[in-house]
Structures are given as C-alpha cells and as structure tokens.
Nanobody, 115 residues
Framework: QVQLVESGGGLVQAGGSLRLSCAAS????????MAWYRQAPGKQRESVASISSDGNTNYQHSVKGRFTISTNNAKNTVYLQMNGLNPEDTAVYYCTVVQYGRTYWGQGTQVTVSS
C-alpha cells in the first residue's frame, strides 16, 4: 500500500506560480511512475505531467513550458512547479503513483487562478 499526501494548492492571480508537493509513504519500493492529474468543474480528469523512475517526463500540451515535474533524490516526493498560471488551470490536482501495475491516488489539492 502507498499513501499519498498532497500540499501546496491555493489561490493565485493569473500569471502567478504555485508549487505542489506530494509525499509518498508506506510500501514505496518499485514505484514506476509518479504523475499529476487535474479535474476542473464539469470536466473529466486529465493527465498533467508524469515522471518515470528513470527520469523521463511527459507533459500535457497546454502546460508545456509552464509546468515542471520533478522528484526528490529519494524519489518519495513528487513536485509540480507551476508558472504562468491562468484561469484555465483552475482545478483539483491529484498526485498518482503506479506500482506493480496498480495506481494510487492522493486526496487532491485545490488550485484556483483568478483573472
């Protein structure tokens, strides 16, 4: 079992920045992928960014160049640095990890961008 705790959400003005953190605990060996998803009101949950155990990253087209995903050296915390935020980035952001083919989800953290 893996437990995930997200932090760092909040209210920010358009053009501002936020850094989300997600700490993984429990049985965290062999985590293959760590990722961030988001879900805006009335919309489906969508992938934002992911990072594999060997450091390869992928980003949704709309956040490329603005968001950066990274992990700490122990690879038990994943970050999402979000710059140049706009109101379309408003959503609940979820951290996920994939381990042995199973996906674990955090509880989500709200990001609200005002215009």
């Amino acid at each position: 079992q893996v437990q995930l705790v997200e932090s760092g959400g909040g209210l920010v003005q358009a053009g501002g920045s936020l850094r989300l953190s997600c700490a993984a605990s429990g049985s965290i060996l062999s985590i293959h992928v760590m990722a961030w998803y988001r879900q805006a009101p009335g919309k489906q949950r969508e992938s934002v960014a992911s990072i594999s155990s060997d450091g390869n990253t992928n980003y949704q087209h709309s956040v490329k160049g603005r968001f950066t995903i990274s992990t700490n050296n122990a690879k038990n915390t994943v970050y999402l640095q979000m710059n140049g935020l706009n109101p379309e980035d408003t959503a609940v952001y979820y951290c996920t990890v994939v381990q042995y083919g199973r996906t674990y989800w955090g509880q989500g953290t709200q990001v609200t961008v005002s215009s």
